[in-house]
Nanobody, 125 residues
Framework: QVQLVESGGGLVQAGGSLRLSCAASGRTFSSYNMAWFRQAPGKEREFVTAITWSGKTTSYADSVKGRVTISRDNTKNTVYLQMNSLKPEDTAVYYC??????????????????WGQGTQVTVSS
């Protein structure tokens, strides 16, 4: 199990950028696939992006493809989410999550065992 702490959220105007970070505790971080999900008010939590333990493979939701980039630094036990060209519909609480199985990149949240507390991203129009 890893403890995950997100940071970097805030208020930004449409078209702006934010970089979220997710710091993990524990030596097993580098063996886990990692993902970002988000949840807007009144909506279900949805997949945003994921990255394999090695960082070599990534997956993106169609709604964010071309605007966000996931990366990780296993030496720092941190995964990042760079978000550009933000839109009001990107407003949500963003969560990072860890998948212990690390076999394939999963888009369903049920495959993720560890979750952070979330960080709020608000995009004003």
């Amino acid at each position: 199990q890893v403890q995950l702490v997100e940071s970097g959220g805030g208020l930004v105007q449409a078209g702006g950028s934010l970089r979220l970070s997710c710091a993990a505790s524990g030596r097993t971080f580098s063996s886990y696939n990692m993902a970002w999900f988000r949840q807007a008010p009144g909506k279900e939590r949805e997949f945003v992006t994921a990255i394999t333990w090695s960082g070599k493979t990534t997956s993106y939701a169609d709604s964010v493809k071309g605007r966000v980039t996931i990366s990780r630094d296993n030496t720092k036990n941190t995964v990042y989410l760079q978000m550009n060209s933000l839109k009001p519909e990107d407003t949500a609480v963003y969560y990072c999550a860890a998948d212990h199985s690390n076999i394939v990149l999963q888009r369903n949240l049920k495959f993720y065992e560890d979750w952070g507390q979330g960080t709020q991203v608000t995009v004003s129009s």
